[in-house]
């Protein structure tokens, strides 16, 4: 029979099985469904979603007939003693039961009304066949039934009880990725057919066991299976997911068998960490050769988070089940099992930045699973606390620290890569609990200038923790408000690593200045109620810069200094006021945009040690006078400096931050206002007995002015209406963190040089012409009073003695206090919880979804143009990607039309159709690739947008490739 015959004959048996009606289970009609089909394109071209579903809804008999065909088949395959073998037990039956599987059961999982269904066929207890009388039928199947009571009788000696289809399945399919001849080569010293060796040399194996394309190929074909299978996740609620559950995956993790436990374990993670793209390049070169084992490396890396990510549902009683894969992952513990891992992670998320740094655009590829690939460091740092410390002890934490950074920057406006950069900021958060991390980033970056465009700092002189600061300082200001989720999390990591930053530079010092100006602004702080926690936590940072490493970090005490008038407006801060200042803003907006150009706004790329910009002259000593924008972005620093930047500012965080946070902003002495918080109880005893309090003048506003007015600005209501009051503002005023920053201007603010005070206008402290420096009992130059503008040369003289004599001022009477009985240092983890974990499931499948959506089949290369953006490359036998979910219900994030990317050279569009097509078809006439795609089929343009966001945060949508991903 030949090709076209073969797949009409297959195509009207497909009609034939949504049309009768119960075909008899011994019927040779089923043994066409693996014999037929040539490709794993013939089954998801010819067996269509409209098929599948109509036999669902209207003959489920026989689709579940078909199921038990299939399963029955490659049960007896697998057990039988020649598979495979071309004439006894042939391998392409084994891998068309396989893709007949593939193919159906997402549109069983789809269907609610098939859920008592569902369970009771896959995962109920049954009957089946005895394996003699298996081998013995020439229709393989379970449960069959024709009918005749006669023959029950006799049946009845024929049958066992066995365990439920599901699990049986599973455990083919595990064995069917350790079967010689079929996954892995025939091996001499072999006893079984079924061998649980490890694929790969790394973790748990020396030596390999050697490969070749096809066994590569089957490998694939039955990981797209059990990922098949596990997929039920896509069809449930992100808030049901991790309390539910998915039986397939609790079944797989929790294997008591460590044999089988270690051996797909160490396949799986030496598969993805061997991987090495670059063992021959010359620019392009990924145009015109498609790598064969990338499918395998994807597949193996996403069943292997699968896995590892799974939270086993509790089942109420006795302990809590054990997720196996993940408890033998946490006890690796030999060195060269954490280089190797390391190194192969490295090498993989460094790729993008390499590609990125290319002269030739587009001559480098980048991988495509470099998210999976953080996904699985973050998994790793989680559960094993020994790789932690060799991360850190071995100082490739600086190396990892740079990598998320590069993919958290180059992601934060791409609204499809929300969930990257935010796990990027919970791996660092991660690192940062450890206190050695924030130790070994006062480490100087001496490596800076080979960083991608994207991520480099021009003329930076600093350390670890300087360019760490500066890039989360960029991710809040630059994200344009797509980032608020993550806002407690990005200041976590400054507050975790706070009390171990020596040597912070002016450029560092400025950024964190800079960030409390903007949330300490009116319409920051009244934007909704739990912003002002952002600004407690950012307060809490900086005090324990000073209070912990304060001889060590002159800059920054220097930029406190320079800040009085924000921060003694902020403990003066009333409803009205803030009010009033956000209607002066919107005036005076609204008057530049009448008459005056815009304000442009510096770039990441501006130079950071010496900046350039200056602020507008325009001061007052309150907040009511604080340029800010309208939108809640960072107005402009409160004192006057030469070196203070125009900022950005975060835009405001949405109420529903304050239920989903991802750090804990916990105190360790919650029960002292937190104005005193560092201040030694002896330090205590001896202020005033009205000090407590830090009086306001104005403090509080008359409810009867308040209700009388009741008008707010239009920005402060853009979030669910949200109304403050004067008691609002009460209830946590008081209690931010100022102690330390106004006793530092008390005791130092009279001293600081003329050129950083304020200007002459400011009724800031000035020091005295021709008076005595009490920190460097050095005199002043005096200057002639017809001057108003200060000596440039003589300002830096004074500002540099300014600086060198801050170390020692430590045994100052206001000062000591604060430096002998610190705040100790405080740990804000990252907190799981249901929701974050419905969120961590759903970005995982978002990852899978989209790598499977473009088709990667083995079409001829003169189809290249339409699928050169396949996500898994397509290999003899089917081992690319084919699209298992598309079309079908999925309910853990919206699936919509995106947009199309724009033309390239793969994909050429318009005018240049007819050059790039012919250059396309000169590199396939090359005849040296393994096809570029050919999946022309698959032509919709497809957004995802996940559920059970942590942190709350909204998303959008972006195109990833050909189709979109938007998480939330």
């Given at each position: ?12 048996g497909i009609f034939?099985l949504s ?7 011994t019927?040779?009609?089923?043994t066409g469904?693996?014999?037929l089909p040539?490709?794993v ?5 010819l067996?269509s ?10 003959s489920?008999a ?7 065909a299939v399963?029955?088949?490659l049960d007896?395959?697998?057990n039988?003693?020649?598979f ?9 039956d ?24 569902e369970e009771?066929?896959f995962w109920g ?11 013995a ?6 449960e069959a039934?024709d009918?005749?009571?006669q023959?029950?009788e006799?049946?009845e000696q024929?049958y066992e ?6 699990e ?5 399919l595990?064995d069917l990725?350790?079967y ?5 080569p025939?091996?001499p010293?072999?006893k ?11 973790v748990?194996c020396?030596?390999s ?11 694939c074909e ?5 990922l098949?299978?596990?997929s039920?996740s896509l ?6 997911l ?12 929790t294997?008591?068998?460590k044999?089988?436990v270690?051996?797909?374990?160490c396949?799986?993670l030496?598969?993805?960490i061997?991987y090495n ?9 990924h145009?015109?050769w498609k790598d ?5 490396v994807?597949?193996?890396l996403?069943?292997l ?9 509790e089942?109420g009683h006795?302990?809590?089940p ?7 992952l946490g006890?690796?513990h030999?060195p060269e099992?954490?280089?190797f891992?390391?190194?192969g992670?490295?090498r993989?998320l ?10 030739l ?6 991988v495509r699973?470099a998210?999976?690939?953080i996904?699985?460091?973050?998994e790793?740092l989680?559960?094993n606390?020994r ?8 100082n ?13 920057i180059?992601?934060k406006?791409?609204l499809?890569?929300?969930?990257v950069?935010?796990m990027c900021?919970f791996?660092?958060q991660t690192?940062?609990?450890e206190?050695?991390?924030g130790?070994s980033l ?23 923790a300087?360019?760490l600061?500066i890039?989360i ?7 344009k ?6 806002y407690?999390?990005l200041?976590a990591i400054i507050n975790?690593?706070?009390?171990y930053?020596q040597h912070?530079s002016?450029a ?20 909704n109620e739990?912003n002002?926690v952002?600004?407690?936590s950012?307060?809490?940072?900086i005090?324990?810069?000073?209070e ?6 002159p800059h920054l005490?220097?930029?406190v200094?320079?800040?009085k008038?924000?921060?003694?407006a ?7 006021n803030?009010?009033?200042?956000i209607?002066?803003?919107?005036r005076?907006?609204k008057e530049?945009?009448n008459?005056a150009?815009?304000?442009?706004s510096?770039?990441r ?18 907040l ?7 939108t ?5 620093s409160?004192d006057?400096?030469e070196?203070?930047m ?12 304050r239920h989903?946070?991802?750090s804990s902003?916990s105190?360790?002495?919650d029960?002292?206002p ?11 005893g ?5 000090a ?7 403090s509080?506003t008359s ?10 600005s239009p920005t ?10 004067p008691?609002?503002i009460?209830?946590w005023?008081p209690e931010?963190p100022l102690h ?10 009279p ?12 009724s800031?402290?000035?020091a005295?012409?021709?008076a ?6 050095t005199?002043t130059?005096?200057?002639p009073s017809?001057?108003?503008?200060p000596?440039p ?21 206001l ?5 002998s009985?610190?705040?100790p240092?405080?740990i804000q ?6 929701l ?7 970005l995982?499948?978002?990852f899978?979804f989209a790598?499977?959506?473009l088709v990667?089949n ?7 143009a339409?699928?050169?953006t396949?996500g898994l490359?397509?290999v003899t ?7 298992v979910?598309?079309g079908?219900a999925?309910?853990l ?15 050429p ?5 007819a050059?790039?097509?012919r250059?396309?078809k ?5 005849g040296?690739?393994?096809?570029l795609g050919?999946?022309?089929q698959?032509q919709t343009q497809t957004q ?5 966001a942590?942190?709350g ?6 195109v990833?490739?050909?189709?979109s991903?938007?998480?939330?």
């Amino acid at each position: 029979m030949g090709a076209s015959e073969s797949k009409l004959v297959f195509k009207q048996g497909i009609f034939r099985l949504s049309e009768d009606q119960a075909i008899p289970a011994t019927d040779p009609y089923w043994t066409g469904f693996w014999r037929l089909p040539e490709s794993v394109e013939d089954v998801f071209s010819l067996f269509s979603p409209v098929d599948i579903r109509r036999a669902r809804d209207s003959s489920l008999a026989n689709l579940e007939t078909l199921i038990l065909a299939v399963t029955a088949r490659l049960d007896a395959l697998r057990n039988h003693p020649s598979f495979p073998d071309l004439e006894l037990a042939p391998e392409r039956d084994a891998l068309n039961c396989i893709r007949i599987l593939t193919r159906v059961l997402p549109y069983v999982y789809e269907a609610d009304q098939l859920a008592d269904w569902e369970e009771k066929f896959f995962w109920g207890i049954r009957r089946r066949k005895k394996r003699r009388a298996q081998v013995a039928a020439e229709v393989l199947f379970d449960e069959a039934n024709d009918g005749d009571m006669q023959k029950q009788e006799a049946e009845e000696q024929e049958y066992e009880e066995s365990k439920p289809l599901g699990e049986e399945l599973l455990d083919t399919l595990t064995d069917l990725l350790f079967y010689t001849g079929f996954t892995i080569p025939r091996l001499p010293t072999a006893k079984d057919k079924v061998t649980y060796a490890i694929w790969q040399s790394g973790v748990g194996c020396k030596t390999s066991i050697g490969t070749s394309k096809e066994l590569e190929s089957n490998r694939c074909e039955v990981l797209r299976l059990l990922l098949t299978m596990t997929s039920k996740s896509l069809y449930l609620s992100s808030s049901m997911l991790p309390v539910h559950g998915v039986k397939a995956i609790t079944y797989l993790v929790t294997c008591p068998d460590k044999q089988i436990v270690l051996s797909v374990l160490c396949s799986l993670l030496n598969t993805v960490i061997k991987y090495n793209a670059a063992t021959w390049r010359v620019p392009y070169d990924h145009v015109v050769w498609k790598d064969p084992k990338q499918a395998l490396v994807i597949y193996s890396l996403q069943f292997l988070l699968v896995l590892l990510l799974y939270p086993v549902p509790e089942e109420g009683h006795g302990p809590p089940p054990k997720n196996y894969y993940r408890s033998w992952l946490g006890k690796l513990h030999r060195p060269e099992d954490f280089q190797f891992i390391a190194e192969g992670m490295a090498r993989i998320l460094s790729q993008p930045m390499q590609a990125t740094s290319s002269y030739l655009p587009g001559s480098q590829k980048s991988v495509r699973w470099a998210p999976e690939m953080i996904m699985l460091f973050w998994e790793t740092l989680q559960c094993n606390r020994r790789f932690r410390t060799f991360i850190i002890d071995s100082n490739r934490a600086h190396d990892f620290m740079i990598l998320c950074l590069f993919h958290a920057i180059e992601s934060k406006t791409d609204l499809s890569k929300q969930g990257v950069v935010r796990m990027c900021v919970f791996v660092l958060q991660t690192l940062s609990v450890e206190p050695k991390f924030g130790k070994s980033l006062n480490k100087k970056f001496d490596a800076q200038e080979t960083l991608p465009q994207i991520i480099r700092l021009p003329n930076f002189r600093g350390s670890y923790a300087d360019f760490l600061i500066i890039s989360i300082h960029a991710l809040i200001t630059g994200s344009k408000g797509k980032l608020d989720a993550i806002y407690p999390a990005l200041l976590a990591i400054i507050n975790n690593i706070a009390a171990y930053a020596q040597h912070l530079s002016a450029a560092t010092s400025s950024k964190l200045l800079q960030l409390f100006a903007s949330m300490s602004s009116p319409s920051f702080l009244l934007a909704n109620e739990t912003n002002h926690v952002l600004l407690q936590s950012l307060l809490e940072s900086i005090n324990a810069v000073i209070e912990h490493q304060y001889a060590d970090n002159p800059h920054l005490v220097y930029a406190v200094l320079k800040s009085k008038k924000r921060i003694e407006a902020l403990r003066a801060f009333t409803l009205e006021n803030g009010q009033n200042e956000i209607e002066k803003i919107a005036r005076r907006r609204k008057e530049i945009l009448n008459g005056a150009d815009g304000v442009t706004s510096p770039t990441r790329s501006g130079s950071v040690d010496h900046l350039p910009y200056r602020t507008p002259p325009i001061r007052q000593g309150s907040l009511n006078h604080v340029p800010e924008d309208g939108t809640f972005a960072i107005g402009d620093s409160e004192d006057e400096s030469e070196n203070d930047m125009i900022q950005h500012t975060p835009a405001q965080s949405p109420p529903s931050i304050r239920h989903s946070r991802a750090s804990s902003l916990s105190s360790a002495d919650d029960n002292l206002p937190v104005q005193l918080r560092g201040m030694s109880e002896k330090a205590r005893g001896k202020m005033p007995a009205n000090a407590t309090s830090f009086s306001r003048h104005g403090s509080t506003t008359s409810l009867g002015s308040h209700t009388t007015r009741q008008i707010l600005s239009p920005t402060i209501n853009s979030f669910g209406g949200f109304t403050p009051t004067p008691q609002w503002i009460e209830s946590w005023l008081p209690e931010l963190p100022l102690h330390t920053m106004l006793t530092l201007i008390k005791a130092l603010g009279p001293h600081l040089p003329p050129s950083s005070s304020s200007s002459s206008s400011s009724s800031a402290p000035r020091a005295t012409p021709g008076a005595t420096n009490t920190l460097t009992n050095t005199t002043t130059p005096t200057r002639p009073s017809t001057s108003s503008i200060p000596d440039p040369q003589t300002s830096t003289h004074a500002h540099h003695a300014f600086l060198t004599s801050l170390p020692q001022t430590t045994s100052h009477p206001l000062i000591a206090p604060l430096l002998s009985s610190p705040t100790p240092p405080k740990i804000q983890t990252f907190e799981w919880s249901s929701l974050s974990l419905g969120w961590y499931e759903s970005l995982l499948w978002s990852f899978i979804f989209a790598s499977e959506m473009l088709v990667g089949n083995n079409a001829s290369t003169s189809s290249t143009a339409s699928s050169a953006t396949a996500g898994l490359v397509g290999v003899t036998g089917g081992g690319g990607s084919v699209g298992v979910w598309n079309g079908t219900a999925i309910k853990l994030f919206h699936v919509k039309e995106g947009v199309r990317e724009g033309p390239t050279l793969m994909r050429p569009k318009g005018a240049v159709d007819a050059v790039g097509n012919r250059i396309v078809k000169g590199i396939g006439g090359l005849g040296i690739g393994f096809g570029l795609g050919g999946g022309g089929q698959q032509q919709t343009q497809t957004q995802v947008q996940t559920h059970g966001a942590v942190g709350g945060g909204s998303g959008g949508g972006g195109v990833i490739g050909g189709r979109s991903v938007r998480e939330v």
